[in-house]
Structure formats: C-alpha cells, structure tokens
C-alpha cells in the first residue's frame, strides 16, 4: 500500500487548496480530498516516529490521484519525509478513459470483467473499433498498466472502471450490449457468495443483452464451471453453448499458464433470445433530516443489509458516517456527512438494492420511535 510517514504535523484549517488538490475537511484522523478525478479520504496515524499517511482503500483512488494528495499535505504541513514507497510512480497516469460510478453508461457495446493483464481487452477495442468496450476491474496496478497500454496504442473505444461488476452491470439499460465476457474469474471455492457468477449476475446480463447477445464465460476451475452451469440452467428459457478444450481467438496470460499445466479449459455462452422492458427506475438517495439514534448492530433484511460501522467527529456540529448498505452479498462501503441535511460523500450506485437499504437508513435513523 503506498504511504509514507513524514515528522511533523500543524494544526490545519480546512478546506484549503494546495495547486490541484483540495482538502475539504477533517473528521478524526480521516482527512476528504478533492482533486480532478478522485474523492477520497486520507488516513492521518501518529507512530512512534513520526506520522503516517495512508489512502482509506473504501473510497478507491487511483495512485496517481494518492500521490498527489500525498505530496500536496507535506507540502501544507512544511514536513520532512522519513519514509515514502512511492517514488517509483510515474507522475502522469493516462486516466481519460476512467470513468467513476455516476457517469452514464448508455453508450456501452461491450464489457469485460475481471480484465487483468488487458490483453483480451484490447483485442476486444481492436476487433470491434465501432463499439464501446467497458473494462471492469477492482485490482488498481491492473488498471494502471491497462491504462498506459491504452494510451500507448491511441486507442479511443475502450472505458474503465474500477467498481463491483454487478453494480455496474445492473446499470446497463435493456437490450444495449452485443456481449459480455468474464475470463478466467476467481473460483472463490471457499467463498461461493463472491462469485460474480449467480442467478442475480444472469438475470441482469440476460436483461442488458440484446436479442442475439451473449455472456462467454471461461474457465480452468471444473468446480466453477460446473456451478455457473447450474446457475445459467435456472433461466427459464436459455441457449448455452458449452465447450470443453476448444482453442479461443486470443490467449490470456492466465490460459497460457493453465495449458503449460494441462489444464482443462471450459467455456459456456449463454445467447439471449429475450427483449426484455425498458429500465426506467431512478432513484432519490437525498436525506430529508439528520440521522440520529445511531446504533452499530447490522441490519440484514431479505434483499440488503445495514451496518454502521463507525462515527467520526468533524466538528461540534457534523459529523462523518462509516456504513456498509445494500445487496448482502455486495454490499457497498459508504461514508455520510451526517448534518442538518446529510449527505453521501460518494453517491451509492443508482440501483434498487443500495435505494432500500438508504431508505430503509433514513427510517431507522430519523429520530422517530422505531
């Protein structure tokens, strides 16, 4: 994790801007910045010999974003560095083709999850130079290298975000993508609720897919190919192609080393033949008062799952929110900004479970007998 520990702190009064990054507030030792493609909190440690400071890894910063912040608060603070592991980052990350959690999605043709290393992601841009590719990813070097490959091949129609791949997907309007890919994923044998494969994942995909569409999925685990079959197999009316040892267009650095093994490798796509209705659900994540009569014991209903996990000071009269809402089995970590009229410091994904579980928050916390 990149931080670094510095030997001296003043008392700062924030918000305050140093060039490009601005630091908005500070709620214990969680300080807000701001700058161009990030909002995030930085973590502020007293140590034995000095100070550390380290990203909180809930808000999801890019590390060209940290080390600007970084270097921007030892800047403010006229502070000696005594330890740092991030000078071997280059300054300039190729970010344009980032995209966050609240941008419109609607022009997406293509998405891959899970695209690593990038190189059936690029050959994706190649192949189809007249559709937008989204790559969906949540290990950040991964992001990073795929990023600079963009940039060094001038390639305009791929997009990135680093966020859950069942949010995103449940973002995606009905009847939109040619095709969704999810290569080599993680079996997770001792955790199967982490499988991004399941009836929910399905049931969206087939929903964004146009007619003709399909999700390919591939595999070097008999164990995950043998669930997600299952799991594809509780649609009421699916076309699957299976496949067992069938050689691909492209190889992935993860096949490569698979084959070196002899491993079998299992492909299954699911063709959609549905039109399914038009997603038109929008929702309201405002707060009407402040939340009061906090209590940290979670609260897990049939379809999401409520979890104040821990409270910051601001000031006399704010203070910030650490919670866990939505989906249980992808649930989103969020921070409010608990005031006269709260707010989220990072809006939860605009879909149906994260809306319950924000007004079932407001009804719990709203001051009222419950």
């Not at 973590?43 to 600007?68: A, C, F, Q, V, W």
């Not at 190919?225 to 509780?234: G, H, I, P, Q, V």
């Not at 038009?278 to 979670?298: G, I, V, W, Y």
């Not at 989220?344 to 809306?355: L, T, V």
Request: with cysteine.
């Amino acid at each position: 994790m990149p931080h670094v520990v510095i030997d001296r702190i003043e008392n700062l009064n924030f918000p305050l801007k140093c060039g490009e990054v601005e630091f908005l507030f500070k709620a214990d030792e969680l300080i807000a910045v701001q700058t161009e493609k990030s909002r995030f909190f930085i973590k502020l440690i007293k140590k034995e010999n000095g100070y550390l400071i380290k990203y909180d890894k809930i808000t999801r910063p890019l590390i060209s974003e940290i080390k600007k912040a970084y270097n921007a608060f030892i800047t403010l603070q006229n502070a000696n560095v005594l330890f740092e592991n991030i000078k071997g980052i280059k300054e300039k990350i190729p970010n344009k083709n980032l995209l966050n959690i609240d941008e419109n999605l609607d022009n997406i043709d293509i998405i891959e999850v899970g695209f690593g290393s990038g190189r059936h992601l690029l050959y994706l841009a190649e192949k189809y130079p007249n559709k937008t590719i989204l790559g969906i990813e949540i290990h950040k070097p991964s992001i990073e290298q795929v990023l600079k490959r963009i940039d060094s091949q001038r390639l305009t129609n791929i997009k990135i975000i680093n966020h859950d791949a069942r949010i995103i997907l449940s973002k995606i309007p009905s009847n939109k993508l040619h095709s969704i890919y999810v290569h080599f994923p993680v079996p997770w044998d001792k955790k199967p609720h982490r499988r991004v494969i399941n009836q929910e994942f399905i049931f969206e995909a087939q929903r964004a897919l146009k007619p003709q569409g399909f999700l390919h999925l591939r595999t070097d685990s008999e164990n995950y190919f043998n669930y997600s079959l299952n799991e594809f197999l509780t649609l009421k009316k699916a076309d699957l192609n299976v496949k067992k040892n069938m050689p691909y267009e492209i190889s992935s650095k993860y096949e490569d080393r698979w084959k070196k093994q002899n491993k079998n490798i299992y492909d299954i796509y699911m063709i959609n033949h549905e039109t399914s209705p038009k997603k038109e659900e929008t929702f309201d994540f405002s707060f009407e008062c402040r939340l009061t009569n906090l209590d940290f014991k979670p609260k897990i209903y049939k379809n999401f799952v409520i979890h104040i996990e821990k409270i910051y000071k601001i000031d006399e009269n704010k203070e910030l929110i650490k919670a866990t809402i939505g989906n249980f089995n992808r649930p989103e970590h969020i921070y409010i900004i608990n005031d006269e009229k709260p707010y989220y410091f990072k809006k939860p994904a605009d879909i149906k479970d994260n809306f319950q579980a924000h007004t079932e928050l407001k009804r719990l916390f709203n001051g009222n007998t419950r």
